[in-house]
Structures are given as C-alpha cells and as structure tokens.
C-alpha cells in the first residue's frame, strides 16, 4: 500500500474510533434472529400480508423466506430513473426464484438538477437529499425486511439513499443502477451551442435542438458529473455487483444484473451462512478507496460534501484534509468530458471499472481487504459482466486500455495528481477542481473581485456587458443555510465566454458547480459561508483575490486591519426562501453543517452523546 494512502486511512479510523464503535454496536443489536416479520403482534403482520398476491402470503406466513424491500426512486420525469419503473416485477420475479419475496416498500423523491438548473427549484436539491435519507428510513420503519435494495442514480439520490440505509446498517443492502443512455450530441458541442446561445448568435429553437440531441433518451446522463460519480463511488465502495455501474439503459445485461442483484440480495441475509450487512460494507477502508476512485477519474466535486455525510451516518469522520493528502498521490487515470472529449460510454468501451480498480490495486492506491456485496475482497471487481447464449457471467477484465486518451496508466498518467485541491486562506476553506484546467496544478488566477449576491446578478451583468474585464466573480450567500446551497453550474456559460475573450476570469462561491463544471477556475464549497460570518461577506467590488492551485492558497489581498474594520454585508434572501414550497424547508435548512461537514441536518447528533437542558419552571 501506498504510505499516504495508509497514513490518511489510519487517521480516519482514530478519528472515527468513538463514533464507529457505537454505531456497529447499534447494529449489532439490531441484528437478531430468524425472520424481522416474526416479530411482528399477528394483528401488524396481517397490515403487511394484506395487500400481499396468494403465493407471497403463503411463503411469508411460513417465516422463512427472507422479505427484500425494495426502496425506488422511479418516476416519469428524470430520464435517469425513469427506466425503474420495471425494475420492482423484475426483481419480485428473480427474488422469487432465490427462495424470498420482494416488496416494495417505498418511494424516494428524484429531481433532477438539469431541469431545475438557475430555477427556483434548485434551492431545494441539496435538501433534497435529507428528504431522500428520511423516507429510505420511513420505507424500512416496518421492521419486516431481512434485506434491501436501493434503486437511484443521480445526485442527492445515491447520497440520500445510504445515508438513510445506514440507519438501518444490520440488513444488506445493494444499490442497482439503471445505467447511462447511449451518447448523443457531443458534450464538447453542447456546451459551444450554449455559449452561442448566450450570446445571441442562435435562436431558442436552433438551442433546444441541440438540448435534445444531448439528452434524448432514459439513462443517466452521458458526462461524468455527481450521478455517474455516485455510480463510481458505488462500486468502489463494493456496493453494485461487479461491472454494473455504466452498462447502458434497456441493455439484456442491464436486466441480467437487476435480476443478479435481486438473488445476491436474497442469499446474503442473516438467515444464510454468507451474512454481508451494509454497515460492514462501508468501513473506514471502503471509504478511502471510494475516495482515491473519485480523485483518479476527475469525479465530481459534490462527492466532497456526499462521501463525507454518507461516512457521518455510518460513524465515520472524514475532511477536506483526507481528500487533499490523498489527491496528491493519487494519479489521473481518466480523461472523460469535462476532462476530456469522450463521456461516461467511452470510459466503460475503454476497460471501465475493471481496468481502473486493477491500476489501483496493483499501484497500492486502494484496500482490497474490504467488505462487498460480492464476498470479500475489491479484487472481485477485476471482472466484468457479459452475457454468453444469453446466460450473465463474469469473465476476467481487461488489463489494457483499449484507448488510451480515455483510460491511462498509473505509470504514464495524464497527471501526477488527482483531480481535486483545497484551497485555504482568509477567504475560508474551499474545494478547487484542476483535473478539468488546461495549466493543471500551475492554475494561478489573480485578478479584481466583481462581487454578486445571486447567479441572476452576474447573467445581468454579463448581458450589460459589465463583465468584459479581467475579474474573479465571487458569488455569495449560496451556502446551505444561507438558501440551500444551489448548484450554479448555468454561470459556467458566461464565464466561459469572458474567458474566450482572453480574460482572465476565476471564481469563488460559497456555493455548488459538480463535476460538470468545465474550464473555468474557481473555488466553491467555500467555508464559512458569508450568511455564517464567512470572509465572503467583507468582499468588495475591485479587492484583488489570488486562486493558487500550485500551493493550495485562497487570498484576499486586503490588510488586515482593514478588513476588521469593515461590515458584513447583509443580504436580501427573501426571494430564495419563499415560493415554488422552499418555505417550509426552513427547518431543515437552518440546521445544515457547512460545506466539509457534509452540508447535512441530520447527523448532528446521531451515535454521539448529547447532553439535554430542561428548562426550569417559571
């Protein structure tokens, strides 16, 4: 193993020592004997019978077939889940086979960021994901299932749905994907008719062609943002059958293996002899090694805040510090767009997971002692899955790139470092992602500060031409508690256009852009965010700002003194906490954890001791 790799792992398990022991302990003794339904006052068992077709209730009144739930995020409208909505038959049908009965037991909400993308309801996605955690948790309150299986995709749903599972860490669990839909209109050409979009050189009709050229059927989508990240992050973390995470939508293979997943999930219950619960799964080591995948490939910044709630709720205390040692010595390994011209097809036509946890594992940069849904051991994921006279196995994967500007080498990388830097300074702690910049690490970005309190502020701007300027655009009061922490990923277009104008351009935001955020250099998830007291909020128009990739330095070059002297700007957050529902969201977003601590409500006080005042009486 790598010396860092195992120094950062070390410093997580002494970190998380306390609050990992007493969440296994949980577990444990949540875990028990025979079937949970069992349990059950006959009255409560004949409420989950009731609705149950002859042959479930008949195998279900006997108490011993395991019961899988089911917890799916189907619907209609987000072309990455909507192929879900066969999945249940399919998994009753394979379940069956193995000796169990599936149900479901609930549904998650998924929207989409794509179409809420600059719109009101983007300030509801990053809460979006407590919700998902909450009703995971209301689906499995019955207390009937001995095991589960997540159905989701995209960006708080993977997220939501394992921090939420993890409350119930004594089952299995296995996340099946529904994977990416075919390529369609370059990424690289999208984003060039959207610039010329926004410039007024196309009409509205000749940019929605183009749209739905890019996006033209069920599937995730094709660049390698947060919800191909979080299929990554998956598999790295052991939690999709081998190979599964980018065999593409309405695929045989991708039937076969919900149809696998379905019979794994019922063999490796507590009633068997192969028991594999979900918080055995995610450890400390698994953590790490989703980590390392996600720096490898340029994945998503987003997973900074996902891995590190999804860590919290299984008593696991990760930071940026974990993410910055590790990035770097962890080589980049993949070049897919926004890091390249290929997208997620060409990742998995190039070797995909296999090829990439090989380079891995042989280079000493993850743990193969680790938990997975498979058995033990992450070198189970050197395979991959075909179908032969339409029967799925699992054959040796490749041990070569089949393209090489997609999939490198460790030893002849396209980079030496990962794809992620933190930044710190007096403007707080941020995240920087350098695997997209064309100067790499070198990024140095010096310029005037143009200051906005809303995304809208800065479109104006650019329309009004105030924007043709050398300047970093720091985008504030974006953060989590400020107005939920909205993805600004709309304000690429614009910058990117300044930046093609031989500007030099940077930005800070206390706010999110994923993993789809192109060329522009920027540091975001900055913290303390400017509605808590954050730096941000001192910025003024023409203050000089320095983005130093090379020595991970976020500055505002203001005296001191000067700075103390100054006031806190007050924003105006009427219009982003009142229409489109985002009213009554207010509690949960006043109780958010900034950016490093996962940007989540519910794990404050979660496997830690809390000490409670009563009030006196009057």
């Not at 997580?12 to 006052?41: C, D, H, T, W």
């Not at 599936?102 to 309801?121: F, L, N, S, Y």
């Not at 909450?134 to 589960?148: K, M, P």
């Not at 500055?555 to 982003?576: G, I, Q």
Request: glycine share 10%; with cysteine; net charge negative.
């Amino acid at each position: 193993m790598h010396p860092t790799v195992v120094q950062v792992t070390n410093r997580i398990i002494e970190r998380s020592r306390k609050n990992r022991e007493a969440y296994l302990q949980r577990m444990e003794a949540a875990r028990g004997q025979g079937v949970f339904r069992a349990r059950l006052p006959c009255s409560n068992l004949a409420h989950d019978l009731a609705a149950c077709k002859d042959t479930w209730c008949s195998d279900l009144l006997e108490e011993k077939a395991p019961a899988i739930g089911i917890i799916t995020s189907y619907n209609d409208l987000v072309s990455a889940h909507q192929p879900y909505g066969s999945y249940p038959q399919i998994i009753r049908e394979a379940v069956a086979e193995a000796g169990g009965v599936a149900q479901v037991a609930g549904g998650v909400p998924a929207m989409c960021d794509g179409i809420t993308q600059g719109e009101p309801g983007m300030d509801l996605s990053l809460m979006s994901r407590d919700v998902i955690a909450l009703s995971t948790v209301i689906g499995l309150s019955h207390n009937v299932f001995d095991g589960v299986l997540l159905l989701g995709v995209c960006d708080k749903i993977v997220p939501g749905l394992l921090m939420g599972g993890l409350q119930f860490g004594h089952l299995p669990m296995i996340l099946v994907p529904a994977g990416p839909m075919p390529p369609g209109l370059p990424n690289r050409e999208k984003a060039r008719v959207r610039e010329l979009y926004a410039q007024g050189r196309i009409s509205r009709k000749e940019m929605l062609a183009a749209e739905l050229a890019a996006y033209h059927s069920p599937g995730t989508c094709t660049f390698y943002g947060t919800a191909n990240s979080n299929q990554l992050m998956a598999e790295m973390l052991g939690l999709h059958l081998p190979g599964a995470s980018f065999v593409g939508a309405g695929t045989p293979l991708r039937e076969q293996l919900t149809r696998a997943a379905a019979r794994r999930a019922t063999e490796i219950t507590h009633l068997g002899e192969e028991y594999i619960p979900l918080g055995r799964v995610i450890c400390e080591q698994s953590v790490v090694n989703a980590m390392v995948g996600l720096l490898a490939t340029g994945g998503s910044t987003n997973e900074t805040m996902h891995l590190v709630a999804i860590a919290r709720a299984a008593g696991i205390r990760i930071n940026w510090d974990d993410f910055g040692d590790l990035s770097e010595v962890v080589p980049l390994l993949v070049r897919i767009y926004p890091n390249g011209p290929g997208d997620i097809n060409s990742f998995q036509q190039a070797g995909g997971m296999a090829l990439l946890i090989r380079e891995l594992l042989a280079n000493g940069l993850v743990h193969d002692d680790v938990q997975t849904v498979a058995g033990f051991g992450l070198s189970r994921y050197l395979k991959r899955p075909v179908l032969r006279d339409g029967r799925l196995v699992w054959e040796e994967g490749p041990e070569e790139s089949s393209d090489p500007e997609v999939m490198a080498t460790a030893s002849r990388p396209f980079a030496d470092k990962g794809g992620i830097k933190v930044l710190s300074g007096n403007l707080g702690r941020a995240i920087m992602k350098i695997s997209s910049l064309a100067d790499g690490e070198n990024t140095l970005i010096e310029a005037p500060a143009m200051v906005f309190d809303s995304q809208q502020e800065l479109e104006e701007a650019f329309h009004a031409g105030r924007l043709d300027r050398d300047l970093v655009a720091v985008v504030r009061f974006q953060g989590p508690q400020a107005n939920g922490m909205p993805e600004l990923h709309k304000l690429i277009t614009f910058l990117s256009i300044i930046m093609d104008r031989g500007f030099t351009v940077g930005l800070v935001t206390d706010g999110r852009l994923s993993g789809a955020s192109g060329k522009v250099p920027f540091a975001i998830h900055c913290t303390p965010e400017a509605f808590c007291g954050g730096m941000l909020a001192k910025v003024r128009d023409g203050d000089p700002i320095r983005l130093d990739a090379r020595h991970s330095r976020l500055e505002l070059l203001v005296d001191d003194r000067e700075l103390e002297a100054r006031e806190f700007a007050t924003p105006n957050l009427e219009a982003h906490r009142y229409g489109f529902g985002r009213q009554i969201f207010a509690p949960l977003r006043r109780d958010l954890l900034g950016a490093e601590e996962g940007g989540t409500s519910l794990f404050t006080y979660v496997h830690e001791s809390c000490h409670v005042v009563f009030p006196k009486d009057n």
